[in-house]
Protein backbone atom coordinates (compact mmCIF):
# COMPACT_ATOMS: atom_id res chain seq x y z
CA UNK A 1 0.00 0.00 0.00
CA UNK A 2 1.64 3.52 -0.97
CA UNK A 3 1.48 6.20 1.30
CA UNK A 4 0.21 9.72 0.53
CA UNK A 5 3.58 12.07 0.34
CA UNK A 6 3.15 14.61 3.19
CA UNK A 7 3.69 18.15 2.52
CA UNK A 8 5.91 19.87 4.19
CA UNK A 9 6.02 23.45 2.88
CA UNK A 10 4.71 26.29 5.06
CA UNK A 11 0.96 27.19 4.48
CA UNK A 12 1.92 31.25 3.96
CA UNK A 13 4.30 30.97 1.06
CA UNK A 14 3.88 33.94 -0.70
CA UNK A 15 5.53 35.91 -3.97
CA UNK A 16 7.64 39.11 -3.16
CA UNK A 17 6.28 42.05 -1.76
CA UNK A 18 3.79 44.27 -4.52
CA UNK A 19 6.86 45.86 -6.28
CA UNK A 20 7.44 44.86 -9.82
CA UNK A 21 10.48 42.68 -10.01
CA UNK A 22 13.59 44.02 -12.52
CA UNK A 23 13.40 41.54 -14.85
CA UNK A 24 9.51 42.53 -15.37
CA UNK A 25 10.08 45.94 -16.09
CA UNK A 26 13.28 44.76 -18.41
CA UNK A 27 11.15 43.07 -19.99
CA UNK A 28 8.38 45.86 -20.37
CA UNK A 29 10.51 48.09 -21.90
CA UNK A 30 12.29 45.64 -24.68
CA UNK A 31 8.76 44.85 -25.79
CA UNK A 32 8.01 48.95 -25.72
CA UNK A 33 11.49 49.34 -27.95
CA UNK A 34 9.80 47.05 -30.82
CA UNK A 35 6.89 48.94 -30.48
CA UNK A 36 8.59 52.15 -30.87
CA UNK A 37 10.48 51.22 -33.81
CA UNK A 38 8.14 49.39 -35.69
CA UNK A 39 10.18 45.80 -34.71
CA UNK A 40 13.19 47.44 -36.89
CA UNK A 41 14.84 47.20 -33.44
CA UNK A 42 13.69 44.84 -30.73
CA UNK A 43 14.70 44.21 -27.38
CA UNK A 44 15.74 41.03 -25.38
CA UNK A 45 16.37 40.25 -22.06
CA UNK A 46 18.91 37.49 -21.18
CA UNK A 47 19.68 36.90 -17.29
CA UNK A 48 22.79 34.50 -15.98
CA UNK A 49 23.80 33.92 -12.43
CA UNK A 50 27.04 35.28 -10.64
CA UNK A 51 29.04 34.74 -7.74
CA UNK A 52 28.39 31.31 -6.92
CA UNK A 53 24.42 31.76 -7.39
CA UNK A 54 24.26 34.19 -5.26
CA UNK A 55 23.68 36.83 -7.53
CA UNK A 56 21.11 37.80 -11.18
CA UNK A 57 22.32 39.20 -13.53
CA UNK A 58 20.02 40.59 -16.15
CA UNK A 59 21.24 42.34 -19.37
CA UNK A 60 19.29 44.25 -22.20
CA UNK A 61 20.17 43.30 -26.06
CA UNK A 62 18.78 45.52 -28.47
CA UNK A 63 18.05 43.66 -31.46
CA UNK A 64 18.76 44.28 -34.83
CA UNK A 65 17.01 41.60 -37.12
CA UNK A 66 17.67 43.35 -40.41
CA UNK A 67 21.70 43.24 -39.55
CA UNK A 68 21.52 39.41 -39.14
CA UNK A 69 20.29 39.47 -35.65
CA UNK A 70 22.99 41.36 -33.98
CA UNK A 71 22.94 42.10 -30.60
CA UNK A 72 24.40 45.66 -28.61
CA UNK A 73 24.51 44.73 -25.09
CA UNK A 74 22.45 48.39 -23.85
CA UNK A 75 22.80 47.80 -20.05
CA UNK A 76 22.74 45.13 -17.24
CA UNK A 77 21.14 44.96 -13.80
CA UNK A 78 22.51 43.02 -10.92
CA UNK A 79 20.51 42.58 -7.63
CA UNK A 80 20.77 39.81 -5.37
CA UNK A 81 18.86 36.56 -6.18
CA UNK A 82 16.69 36.58 -2.37
CA UNK A 83 15.96 40.18 -2.91
CA UNK A 84 14.45 42.04 -5.44
CA UNK A 85 15.97 45.40 -4.96
CA UNK A 86 18.14 46.94 -4.32
CA UNK A 87 20.10 46.81 -8.02
CA UNK A 88 22.72 48.11 -9.59
CA UNK A 89 22.52 49.63 -13.06
CA UNK A 90 25.34 49.36 -15.56
CA UNK A 91 25.22 51.20 -19.01
CA UNK A 92 27.39 49.31 -21.42
CA UNK A 93 28.81 52.73 -23.03
CA UNK A 94 30.99 53.12 -20.33
CA UNK A 95 32.76 49.50 -20.91
CA UNK A 96 36.35 49.58 -21.61
CA UNK A 97 37.85 51.02 -25.02
CA UNK A 98 39.11 49.14 -27.66
CA UNK A 99 43.12 49.95 -27.93
CA UNK A 100 43.60 52.06 -30.69
CA UNK A 101 44.16 51.50 -33.92
CA UNK A 102 46.74 53.34 -36.12
CA UNK A 103 45.67 56.86 -37.69
CA UNK A 104 42.21 56.05 -35.79
CA UNK A 105 41.31 57.86 -32.59
CA UNK A 106 39.55 57.15 -29.77
CA UNK A 107 35.95 59.46 -29.44
CA UNK A 108 36.80 60.35 -25.52
CA UNK A 109 32.66 61.53 -24.99
CA UNK A 110 31.96 57.59 -24.93
CA UNK A 111 34.30 57.12 -21.78
CA UNK A 112 31.23 58.71 -19.49
CA UNK A 113 30.55 56.34 -16.69
CA UNK A 114 27.10 55.16 -15.50
CA UNK A 115 26.42 53.35 -12.97
CA UNK A 116 23.95 53.47 -9.64
CA UNK A 117 21.94 51.88 -7.24
CA UNK A 118 18.57 51.85 -7.05
CA UNK A 119 16.40 50.84 -3.54
CA UNK A 120 13.21 50.37 -5.01
CA UNK A 121 11.03 49.88 -8.18
CA UNK A 122 10.30 53.66 -8.23
CA UNK A 123 14.34 54.82 -8.14
CA UNK A 124 14.58 51.82 -10.97
CA UNK A 125 11.92 53.24 -13.01
CA UNK A 126 13.59 56.97 -12.75
CA UNK A 127 17.34 55.55 -13.87
CA UNK A 128 15.91 53.48 -16.97
CA UNK A 129 13.78 56.64 -17.42
CA UNK A 130 17.17 58.60 -17.68
CA UNK A 131 18.90 55.82 -19.35
CA UNK A 132 16.73 55.22 -22.44
CA UNK A 133 16.73 58.72 -22.72
CA UNK A 134 20.24 59.45 -22.51
CA UNK A 135 21.98 60.65 -26.05
CA UNK A 136 24.42 57.85 -25.78
CA UNK A 137 21.66 55.47 -26.21
CA UNK A 138 19.48 57.14 -28.31
CA UNK A 139 23.19 57.41 -30.38
CA UNK A 140 23.23 53.92 -30.45
CA UNK A 141 19.50 53.19 -31.34
CA UNK A 142 19.48 55.54 -34.41
CA UNK A 143 22.72 54.35 -35.55
CA UNK A 144 20.94 51.24 -35.84
CA UNK A 145 18.10 51.94 -37.59
CA UNK A 146 19.75 53.65 -39.89
CA UNK A 147 21.77 50.81 -40.65
CA UNK A 148 18.86 48.47 -40.79
CA UNK A 149 17.67 50.36 -43.61
CA UNK A 150 16.03 53.43 -41.79
CA UNK A 151 16.83 57.10 -42.89
CA UNK A 152 14.52 58.82 -39.94
CA UNK A 153 15.41 57.46 -36.37
CA UNK A 154 11.70 57.10 -34.58
CA UNK A 155 13.01 58.81 -31.60
Known amino acids: MATAVEDLWPADIESA ?5 PITILKQQAAM ?5 RNLLEGQVE ?3 EESYRRLRHVLFIVAPALDFYR ?3 LEVEHAVVGIYPVTITASWNAPREPEEEGIGVDES ?3 HYKL ?3 DESQFKNALKDLL ?6 KIIGSLLAQSGVSTPAF
Open 72 to 74: YPL
Open 17 to 21: PDQLP
Open 110 to 112: LDR
Open 47 to 49: TRT
Open 133 to 138: GHEETK
Open 117 to 119: TAS
Open 33 to 37: LGQRT
